[in-house]
């Protein structure tokens, strides 16, 4: 992204008539329109670098995202808007990836969080279960937890589970782990603006 910059200034100290430090040409005559020249070229060189360098950063700072929520849900999802819905045959109403496939986000509901008097605890272990020797961390609060780790294969996964009620809602995400450096800022922010039981405001009438 910031090669452009650096390239100009490589080709301007590679030039047969470059200058020295002192802004005297070596190996020929100097003037005072040669100094002014490369005093010029090398300011607008370091400036082409810095113009680049920042016009990524905040091209990666406005990037655009998306809100996902059903009418049958009651969360809300956050996604960035260059995923596309998934395409696996299993995919929910707010399931997307990554064009390549290689990161997928999903958040599902279920009208029934399980059998009767299931408990928080119960419920993690069943899912712990279903990931076994892979679990890598592990988080409870009052009405959620946690999970994530690497299976077998090198894929890295999260899921956050929320009850209220008899509902249970599932936030999960998952990535290659040696793809994790381009994909823990966005994993970061969908688990902190994820809302698994949001309001409807209903408005009244007249």
């Given at each position: 992204?910031c090669?452009?910059?650096?390239?100009?200034?490589?080709?301007?100290?590679?030039?047969p008539?470059?200058?020295?430090?002192?802004?005297?040409?070596?190996?020929?005559k100097?003037?005072?329109?040669?100094?002014?020249?490369?005093?010029?070229?090398?300011?607008?060189?370091?400036?082409?670098?810095?113009y680049?360098?920042?016009?990524?950063?905040?091209?990666?700072?406005?990037?655009?995202?998306?809100t996902?929520?059903?009418?049958?849900?009651?969360?809300?999802?956050?996604?960035p808007?260059?995923?596309?819905?998934?395409?696996a045959?299993?995919?929910?109403?707010?399931?997307?990836?990554?064009?390549?496939?290689?990161?997928?986000?999903?958040?599902?509901?279920?009208?029934?969080?399980?059998?009767?008097?299931?408990?928080?605890?119960?419920?993690?272990?069943k899912e712990?279960?279903?990931?076994?020797?892979t679990?890598?961390?592990?988080?409870?609060?009052?009405?959620?937890?946690?999970?994530?780790?690497?299976?077998?294969?090198?894929?890295?996964?999260?899921?956050?589970?929320?009850?209220?009620?008899?509902?249970?809602?599932?936030?999960?995400?998952?990535?290659p782990?040696?793809?994790?450096?381009?994909?823990?800022?966005w994993?970061?922010?969908?688990?902190?603006?994820?809302?698994?039981?949001?309001?409807?405001?209903?408005?009244?009438?007249?």
């Amino acid at each position: 992204m910031c090669r452009y910059g650096e390239d100009a200034l490589a080709k301007l100290d590679a030039s047969p008539n470059a200058y020295d430090q002192t802004g005297a040409r070596i190996g020929g005559k100097n003037t005072y329109m040669d100094v002014r020249l490369t005093v010029v070229l090398r300011i607008f060189a370091a400036g082409t670098l810095i113009y680049a360098c920042d016009s990524g950063s905040a091209r990666n700072e406005e990037e655009a995202w998306s809100t996902c929520s059903t009418p049958i849900t009651r969360f809300v999802l956050q996604i960035p808007a260059s995923l596309i819905h998934s395409t696996a045959p299993t995919a929910t109403g707010c399931s997307f990836q990554t064009p390549d496939g290689e990161f997928n986000v999903e958040a599902v509901v279920q009208l029934d969080s399980g059998k009767e008097n299931e408990t928080l605890e119960s419920r993690m272990q069943k899912e712990i279960d279903l990931l076994p020797g892979t679990v890598k961390h592990k988080k409870k609060g009052d009405s959620w937890f946690l999970l994530s780790g690497v299976t077998p294969d090198g894929t890295e996964y999260y899921r956050k589970l929320f009850i209220k009620d008899s509902q249970c809602v599932t936030l999960r995400v998952t990535y290659p782990q040696a793809q994790h450096k381009k994909y823990d800022q966005w994993v970061a922010r969908i688990e902190k603006t994820f809302v698994p039981f949001a309001v409807t405001e209903e408005k009244s009438g007249d």
